[in-house]
T-cell receptor
Framework: ETGVTQTPRHLVMGMTNKKSLKCEQHLGHNAMYWYKQSAKKPLELMFVYSLEERVENNSVPSRFSPECPNSSHLFLHLHTLQPEDSALYLC??????????????FGPGTRLTVL | GQNIDQPTEMTATEGAIVQINCTYQTSGFNGLFWYQQHAGEAPTFLSYNVLDGLEEKGRFSSFLSRSKGYSYLLLKELQMKDSASYLCAVIPPYGGATNKLIFGTGTLLAVQP
């Protein structure tokens, strides 16, 4: 247990569906992140939120829409996804979003399959 | 540009020692992390290096040479539970607003009896 939870753990959706991924951290951290992990590829940073403000959007297609209602919760809203979006989506949190040393704590991820 | 290289897979024997290498070419450097990720689980923090040298933590040690753009993770007295993917991640130059980590593809270690 890292103190970061994600739901659902597995999700299968069609290309016309709309779904949301949820992340919650119980660590009192100020920054939260979304990553995409595809097979044989490095973890890719998608979004960074610091104190509920988006501070980084790493050229992610608009079919992925993040939301951070408070510093403990982070959502990723999905709509009209493509099969190549199938991947493990990981949420992480850290004490702050900047600084030379700021360990990130990861959730277990949501395994997404787009049919 | 940013590039991080790790071997894709390694195999080792229970009780042995294994060294997992990571080389990086980044435009600046502000530290390097190693994470462990078991299949279907969250990556978990193993070590952080920002200065040259060896950091030891129990059975795990991590080494950094900034001049060579090189790090390794050393695992001693291997146990079956050490079978996992090991991720190397570099912090690029500080100056932006975010704690952005650049990850390698990870090294999948299989420990055999």
């Amino acid at each position: 247990e890292t103190g970061v939870t994600q739901t659902p753990r597995h999700l299968v959706m069609g290309m016309t569906n709309k779904k949301s991924l949820k992340c919650e951290q119980h660590l009192g951290h100020n920054a939260m992140y979304w990553y995409k992990q595809s097979a044989k590829k490095p973890l890719e940073l998608m979004f960074v939120y610091s104190l509920e403000e988006r501070v980084e959007n790493n050229s992610v297609p608009s079919r992925f829409s993040p939301e951070c209602p408070n510093s403990s919760h982070l959502f990723l809203h999905l709509h009209t996804l493509q099969p190549e979006d199938s991947a493990l989506y990981l949420c992480a949190s850290s004490q702050d979003s900047s600084g030379r040393y700021n360990e990130q704590f990861f959730g277990p991820g949501t395994r997404l399959t787009v049919l | 540009g940013q590039n991080i290289d790790q071997p894709t897979e390694m195999t080792a024997t229970e009780g042995a020692i294994v060294q997992i290498n990571c080389t990086y070419q980044t435009s600046g450097f502000n530290g390097l992390f190693w994470y462990q990720q078991h299949a279907g689980e969250a990556p978990t923090f193993l070590s952080y290096n920002v200065l040259d040298g060896l950091e030891e933590k129990g059975r795990f040690s991590s080494f950094l040479s900034r001049s060579k753009g090189y790090s390794y993770l050393l695992l001693k007295e291997l146990q079956m539970k050490d079978s996992a993917s090991y991720l190397c991640a570099v912090i690029p130059p500080y100056g932006g607003a975010t704690n952005k980590l650049i990850f390698g593809t990870g090294t999948l270690l299989a420990v055999q009896p």
